[in-house]
């Protein structure tokens, strides 16, 4: 029978299938940071566990890591009580149970979502959790990625495997060719406008189409990043030259065994005759720079369209409407272009990649940040982004044009370290949820392209960056 994707993974992974709806599978990796494996560590010196599989574990720490560092900068430098036990406690646990961690010192630490394909760790045909939800990342790669919650953490740990249900098959083809001034990021919130933050919903999305095909890794994983945010469980792509190119450049396999690898490699994509449940095709020629305007993913728009009003939409959305409205300040706003900013954050698991980077860089290069920005921040994904991006020149193209360049971390994507917004600031940002508090209490979250936050950051608003 002709398989997807999805299916042929699941296949090759499967253990166990249960009575029940549930199946037992394989993992390959699992990537651990500080927020999510505390708990699970505890819960196997309890049970007197140990993991079953070293090498399949990597960690490091980033939601909770400070952006400003520096090159002597120890863990019992973190000011807030709580992200330093957690930043110890990782320490202390891959020490103990022997598990290779990049730390906060190291030179390869980064957000593990970023600094696990950069470092080999992410190879095709795999199986990979975390105790994150945006590690569909990983399926840019033609692997099943998934996130996974701390008890499941603690299980995969002690068992390498984990107990889930199959999810159906949803194909997404993105076709043609992208106007000038938009980018991936743009193509997957208009995908979340589109179809909703529920439109995924049990299913694994396949992407594919001549987009895919002509698109960097960098931007495949921008998109199976922000396939969580339209519901899916997983997001992936499958594997072809551009998959195959980015391995030999960045995985420690030998050549040989590269070698015999690259032949199954090769299988891991949809048959021709293969059947999804659900299909989608969207013309990306159409598309324009895509900007949130409320406190959900979904609620985006065109950046040259009206904010929706109250007459736009359903009776029964037109609270959540008017709540969302009221939350982002903008009762007196008609549209996106009329609004102030008072910081801009270029960074995060879905856009703080070299290609992000270069892109911001390009559009700001020669210029300044508006007077009425408060500031303006660069966050690279990891150790090896930053190392490039300084080696490229960015980092004083950025300083020079007023921006705050930074060490690695999660940083302003979330409300778990000093990057946060205060109350009713407004934020240009690059990262993947914009929910009423996720940069900080009562802060007002945009989400965008690099290319979009670079340019409201020079211009003080939304502008058309073609």
């Not at 009003?309 to 272009?337: F, P, T």
């Not at 300084?390 to 705050?404: N, P, R, S, T, Y």
């Not at 508090?437 to 960056?465: E, F, W, Y």
Request: hydrophobic share 35%; glycine share 8%.
């Amino acid at each position: 029978m002709a398989k997807t994707l999805y299916d042929k993974l699941w296949n090759e992974h499967l253990v166990q299938k249960y009575d029940s709806n549930e199946s037992l599978i394989y993992i390959d990796r699992h990537y651990l940071h500080e927020v999510t494996s505390p708990q699970a560590f505890e819960g196997l010196r309890y049970k007197n566990l140990s993991p079953w599989r070293l090498d399949a574990n990597v960690a490091t720490p980033d939601h909770n890591v400070p952006t400003i560092r520096g090159e002597s900068f120890k863990v019992e430098l973190i000011d807030d009580e709580v992200s330093k036990i957690q930043v110890v406690e990782l320490d202390k646990n891959c020490n103990e149970f022997g598990i290779q961690q990049f730390d906060i010192t190291s030179k390869e630490q980064g957000i593990v979502h970023v600094m696990g394909p950069e470092l080999g760790y992410t190879l095709p045909g795999m199986t990979i959790v975390c105790g994150d939800s945006h590690t569909s990342t990983h399926g840019a790669f033609g692997c099943l990625a998934m996130g996974i919650g701390t008890s499941e953490v603690e299980h995969v740990l002690a068992t390498q495997c984990l107990k889930i249900t199959k999810l159906k098959n949803m194909q997404v083809c993105f076709e043609g060719e992208l106007k000038p001034g938009v980018t991936s990021k743009d193509i997957a919130l208009h995908l979340i406008k589109t179809i909703g933050t529920a439109g995924g919903t049990g299913h694994a999305i396949e992407f594919s189409g001549s987009y895919i095909n002509s698109a960097s890794m960098e931007s495949r994983m921008t998109i199976c990043n922000m396939a969580i945010e339209a519901g899916a469980k997983v997001g992936l792509i499958a594997v072809d030259g551009v998959t195959i190119d980015y391995v030999r450049d960045h995985s420690n396999l030998s050549e040989d065994i590269f070698n015999q690898a690259e032949i199954f490699w090769k299988s891991l994509h949809s048959d021709d005759r293969a059947t999804f449940n659900k299909t989608l095709t969207i013309d990306v020629s159409s598309i324009k720079p895509q900007v949130t305007w409320g406190t959900s993913p979904e609620m985006t728009i065109n950046f040259d369209d009206q904010i929706p009003r109250i007459s736009d939409v359903e009776e029964d959305q037109q609270e959540n409407l008017k709540l969302a409205k009221s939350y982002m300040g903008l009762e007196g706003a008609d549209r996106l272009q009329d609004l102030t900013f008072d910081r801009i954050f270029i960074g995060s698991c879905t856009n703080s990649r070299i290609e992000d980077l270069r892109l911001a860089a390009n559009a700001v290069k020669g210029k300044h940040v508006s007077k009425d920005i408060i500031e303006a921040i660069v966050v690279p994904g990891s150790g090896m982004v930053k190392a490039q991006a300084e080696e490229e020149g960015l980092d004083k193209i950025f300083q020079d044009a007023g921006f705050f360049w930074r060490d690695p971390g999660c940083s302003m994507c979330l409300g778990m370290n000093p990057d946060q917004l205060k109350p009713y600031e407004r934020c240009a940002s690059t990262s993947n949820r914009n929910f009423e508090g996720r940069q900080g209490n009562l802060g007002r979250t945009h989400l965008m392209s690099p290319l979009m936050a670079a340019l409201t950051a020079v211009n003080g608003k939304i502008s058309d960056p073609s």
